[in-house]
């Protein structure tokens, strides 16, 4: 079955959904066990190891919304995007950063980056040019955000995947602002695309939880350290994500159409200095 022929909100509702076969009730069951029988010795399932019905069903869903042959879900943004850069650095590896990045991914940096012998460098900007301008003999990463959390602004994809394949380096970006419904980095040549699943894939402001998602052979070497640092969710709250994310499309269709009408209206008051919104003609990125 070629996933990307179906609709995005096909995918939404029913890609990954487990089958109730005891009483075929309508959405998937949800399996609290944290221990399993082997039914074969090479599949053993527990909650750390991302591998239980609920968790295994949502990173399906999660795979084919940005076009990847594989994900996994995390207990936050932040687990998900700690773990990606760590199973890809180490001591003496060097990554270049966006400037214009989320608050804790920068403390992430800042406060422990050193602790393990990371080198890093922030661009100077957002375009192709700032970010070639920091590529050193020892960098494995190029991470990008884009559209930035929070003042919007856009980097060019294909140009960073270019950029990134010139100078064999992996290319991350953290997919959260734009969501899988305006977005997927993958189509672009972005290697690794990360979400805090707390803002849009949520939805209703009562879940925390990431997603990463990329080739089985990135994921695998993301999941090495995800099952050693334990950053796994939660069943219930892997069910509850489920259940959110099969109205996303049409959630987000509305805030996107929200945001613009607001855009525009802020845009002609007085009062407001300044608007950001990559929506507006007026957007410093608005082309890209
Ligand atoms: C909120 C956010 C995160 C962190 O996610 P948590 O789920 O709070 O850990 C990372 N990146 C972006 C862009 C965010 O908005």
Not at 73 to 96: Q, Y
Not at 124 to 142: H, L, P, Q, R
Not at 201 to 213: K, N, P, R, T, Y
């Given at each position: 079955m070629?996933?990307?022929?179906?609709?995005l909100?096909?995918i939404?509702?029913?890609?990954?959904?487990?089958?109730?076969?005891?009483?075929?009730?309508?959405?998937?069951?949800?399996?609290?066990?944290?221990?399993?029988?082997?039914?074969?010795v090479?599949?053993?399932?527990?909650?750390?190891?991302?591998n239980?019905p609920?968790?295994?069903?949502?990173?399906k869903?999660?795979?084919?919304?940005?076009?990847?042959?594989?994900?996994l879900i995390?207990?936050?943004?932040?687990?998900a995007?700690?773990?990606?850069?760590?199973?890809?650095?180490g001591a003496?590896?060097?990554?270049?950063?966006?400037?214009?990045?989320?608050?804790g991914?920068?403390?992430?940096?800042?406060?422990?980056?050193?602790?393990?012998?990371i080198?890093?460098?922030?661009?100077?900007?957002?375009?192709?040019?700032?970010?070639?301008?920091?590529?050193k003999?020892?960098?494995?990463?190029?991470?990008i955000?884009?559209?930035?959390?929070?003042?919007?602004?856009?980097?060019?994809?294909?140009?960073i995947?270019?950029?990134a394949?010139?100078?064999?380096l992996i290319?991350?970006?953290?997919?959260?602002?734009?969501?899988?419904?305006?977005?997927?980095?993958?189509?672009f040549?972005?290697?690794?695309?990360?979400?805090?699943?707390?803002?849009?894939m949520?939805?209703?402001?009562?879940i925390?939880?990431?997603?990463?998602?990329?080739?089985?052979?990135?994921?695998?070497?993301?999941?090495?350290?995800?099952?050693?640092?334990?950053?796994?969710?939660?069943?219930?709250?892997?069910w509850?994500l489920?259940r959110?994310?099969?109205?996303?499309?049409?959630?987000?269709?509305?805030?996107?159409e929200?945001?613009l009408?607001?855009?525009?209206?802020?845009?002609?008051?007085?009062?407001?200095?300044?608007?950001?919104?990559?929506?507006?003609?007026?957007?410093?990125?608005?082309?890209?």
């Amino acid at each position: 079955m070629n996933l990307k022929i179906k609709g995005l909100n096909t995918i939404c509702t029913h890609v990954g959904e487990l089958e109730d076969k005891q009483h075929k009730g309508a959405v998937s069951p949800l399996y609290m066990s944290t221990s399993y029988a082997y039914e074969d010795v090479d599949v053993k399932r527990y909650p750390r190891y991302f591998n239980t019905p609920n968790q295994e069903g949502l990173c399906k869903k999660i795979a084919a919304l940005e076009h990847a042959e594989s994900a996994l879900i995390f207990g936050s943004g932040m687990a998900a995007v700690s773990t990606s850069l760590l199973a890809f650095l180490g001591a003496g590896d060097h990554v270049v950063l966006q400037q214009t990045l989320y608050g804790g991914t920068y403390n992430l940096i800042n406060e422990e980056f050193s602790k393990y012998g990371i080198e890093y460098s922030f661009t100077s900007g957002w375009n192709a040019d700032a970010f070639e301008a920091e590529i050193k003999a020892n960098t494995k990463v190029i991470y990008i955000e884009t559209p930035s959390n929070p003042l919007l602004t856009i980097t060019d994809l294909e140009a960073i995947a270019a950029l990134a394949k010139k100078h064999g380096l992996i290319t991350m970006i953290d997919n959260t602002f734009a969501s899988p419904v305006n977005q997927n980095p993958i189509d672009f040549g972005i290697d690794i695309v990360i979400h805090s699943a707390t803002k849009y894939m949520g939805g209703h402001s009562d879940i925390c939880a990431g997603a990463v998602a990329s080739t089985t052979e990135n994921m695998d070497r993301i999941f090495q350290l995800a099952k050693n640092f334990g950053g796994s969710l939660s069943d219930y709250t892997v069910w509850l994500l489920e259940r959110s994310m099969k109205t996303m499309g049409i959630r987000v269709k509305a805030q996107n159409e929200n945001a613009l009408a607001m855009a525009i209206f802020l845009d002609g008051v007085e009062e407001v200095e300044k608007v950001y919104y990559p929506g507006l003609p007026t957007h410093i990125d608005h082309d890209i």
